[in-house]
């Protein structure tokens, strides 16, 4: 069965530094990668994906995330922090056919000190 | 493009009511998915509509029902409403169903308060 552990449900960095969000999946087939963010009242906006095209993907708003298959993780990162990058993020994973099925983790709030 | 609309955004309702929610896809998306979001549990998928045919259904009771018209448009209803139901729903869109690398859109969420 699939699953989606994400470590730490709050992060808190300062304004300017280094933003490392970890996720860590259990897929029993290659697995396809979100990651997702929600602020306030809104629902999920789509930060970045993985479907095996390339190990590092490129997302909006500076943020990347790597695949590493051997050590099952999806690790989202960005270089330096923007107060406006306060919010929740949700790593997910989905399998195969089962397109409008994702399974969640339980979420990182991010906190951005000044 | 507009987005995905759902409505209402807040409701209040007692222990034993029904609710419908409602859902309108961005325009050329097919399928449907309702999610339930709660502090304790998290975001859980509740089903999956594409093309009037539930595709896919999450672990939760038959009290959790939902439906897609022909304009793909959705509605999820929640019968004999309870303490717990109390939550934020989410639909999301997406063009087509059957592909793991479909990205979903997300509304704004409908806020459920059982009383």
């Known amino acids: 069965a699939q699953s989606v552990t994400q470590l730490g449900s709050h992060v808190s960095v300062s304004e300017g530094a280094l933003v490392l969000l970890r996720c860590n999946y259990s897929s029993s087939v290659p697995p396809y990668l979100f990651w997702y963010v929600q602020y306030p009242n809104q629902g999920l906006q789509l930060l970045l994906k993985y479907t095996s095209a390339a190990t590092l993907v490129k997302g909006i708003n500076g943020f990347e995330a790597e695949f590493k298959k051997s050590e099952t993780s999806f690790h989202l990162t960005k270089p330096s922090a923007h107060m406006s990058d306060a919010a929740e993020y949700f790593c997910?994973?989905?399998?195969?056919?089962?397109?409008?099925?994702?399974?969640f983790g339980q979420g990182t709030e991010l906190s951005v000190k000044p | 493009k507009a987005g995905v609309t759902q409505t209402p955004r807040y409701l209040i309702k007692t222990r034993g009511q029904q609710v419908t929610l409602s859902c309108s896809p961005i325009s050329g998306h097919r399928s449907v998915s309702w999610y339930q979001q709660t502090p304790g549990q998290g975001l859980q998928f509740l089903f999956e509509y594409f093309s009037e045919t539930q595709r896919n259904k999450g672990n939760f009771p038959g009290r959790f029902s939902g439906r897609q018209f022909s304009n793909s448009r959705s509605e999820m209803n929640v019968s004999t409403l309870e303490l717990g139901d109390s939550a934020l729903y989410l639909c999301?869109?997406?063009?087509?169903?059957?592909?793991?690398?479909?990205?979903?859109?997300f509304g704004a969420g409908s806020r459920l308060t059982v009383l």
């Open positions: 999301a869109s997406s063009r087509r169903s059957g592909a793991g690398a479909n990205v979903l859109t």
């Open positions: 997910a994973v989905s399998e195969g056919n089962q397109g409008g099925k994702l399974i």
